[in-house]
Nanobody, 128 residues
Framework: QVHLVESGGGLAQPGGSLRISCVATGSISGINAMGWYRQAPDKKREYVAGITRGGSVNYADSVKGRFTISKDNGGVDVVYLQMDSLEPADTGVYYC?????????????????????WGRGTQVTVSS
């Protein structure tokens, strides 16, 4: 079982930046991709960005050009999300999660947020 811990959220002004982190522990040897997701108040959880062990990245259209996903080393057990040009619509609880992915359309598998379990997430609030 993989245990996920998100951190680094906080309050930012519109146009500001935040960097959040995800650390995976436990049975991590088999994971080959990590995704970031968010849930705004009264909205469904949605995919934000994903990264593979090989360094391929993918973004939701709503964050493309503003957010950057990265990883710390050869694996995907430590993953970051740099969020720039933040907007009030980016407010929500941010989560990371993982599942095995394959092939050139790997992001389609990761983009469906139907995981059995989630970490506690980290709150991001964008407000003036």
């Amino acid at each position: 079982q993989v245990h996920l811990v998100e951190s680094g959220g906080g309050l930012a002004q519109p146009g500001g930046s935040l960097r959040i982190s995800c650390v995976a522990t436990g049975s991590i040897s088999g994971i080959n991709a990590m995704g970031w997701y968010r849930q705004a108040p009264d909205k469904k959880r949605e995919y934000v960005a994903g990264i593979t062990r090989g360094g391929s990245v993918n973004y939701a259209d709503s964050v493309k050009g503003r957010f950057t996903i990265s990883k710390d080393n050869g694996g995907v057990d430590v993953v970051y999300l740099q969020m720039d040009s933040l907007e009030p619509a980016d407010t929500g609880v941010y989560y990371c999660n993982t599942r095995p992915v394959y092939g050139p359309t790997w992001y389609r598998t990761l983009a469906v947020p139907d995981f059995d379990s989630w970490g506690r997430g980290t709150q991001v609030t964008v407000s003036s």
